[in-house]
């Protein structure tokens, strides 16, 4: 079977799958902040000799960035598979491009009520955005190759 996506498609799909790579690697740069804020490293090498650093597993602000991180990953990596899939099943391009931009927006907005202005139930609510647009597509997908 040949692998064929709409090309006006799948460039909507490459640009905001760029946009979600930038996403997720900026939870990296806010456990950072987080961490040289509070002084709290991971591992002991992390502490570079500075007396009022020390390792810490707890720090609610730097677990809280983690957590959000983890959140990602729990969705945004399964969202780029199963889209892959679902693109080849030959969805119209205006729900495509709808669906895809609004999951990325919803995962930009979930990481912003959670990691910098915590706030409910916004952040229940871009989470869930997402996780329908994912079921969608796979259901789509489960019924397509029937
Ligand atoms: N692994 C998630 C599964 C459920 C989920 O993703 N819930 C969303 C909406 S409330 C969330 O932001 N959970 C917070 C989190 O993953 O830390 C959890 O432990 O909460």
């Known amino acids: 079977m040949a692998i064929e996506i709409d090309p006006q498609l799948f460039g909507v799909f490459a640009f905001w799958s760029g946009i979600l790579i930038l996403k997720i690697m900026s ?10 804020a ?3 490293f991971a591992n002991s090498e992390d502490l570079m ?9 707890d720090d609610p602000d730097v677990e809280r960035v983690r957590r959000a991180h983890q959140n990602d990953l729990e969705n945004i990596l399964p969202w780029f598979l ?23 927006i919803s995962r930009c907005t979930h990481s ?35």
Do not use: C
């Open 27 to 36: 939870m990296a740069l806010l456990t950072a902040k987080q961490r040289f």
């Open 38 to 40: 509070k002084k709290v």
């Open 49 to 57: 000799n500075k007396s009022d650093a020390k390792v810490k597993y």
């Open 82 to 104: 199963i889209t892959f899939i679902w693109l080849q099943t030959g969805p119209s391009v205006w729900l495509a491009t709808q669906l895809i931009r609004a999951f990325a």
């Open 112 to 146: 912003l009520f959670y990691a910098v202005v915590p706030k409910q139930p916004h952040r229940a609510l871009s989470f869930f955005v997402g996780y329908w647009i994912m079921f969608y597509e796979a259901v789509s997908v489960i019924l397509h190759f029937l």
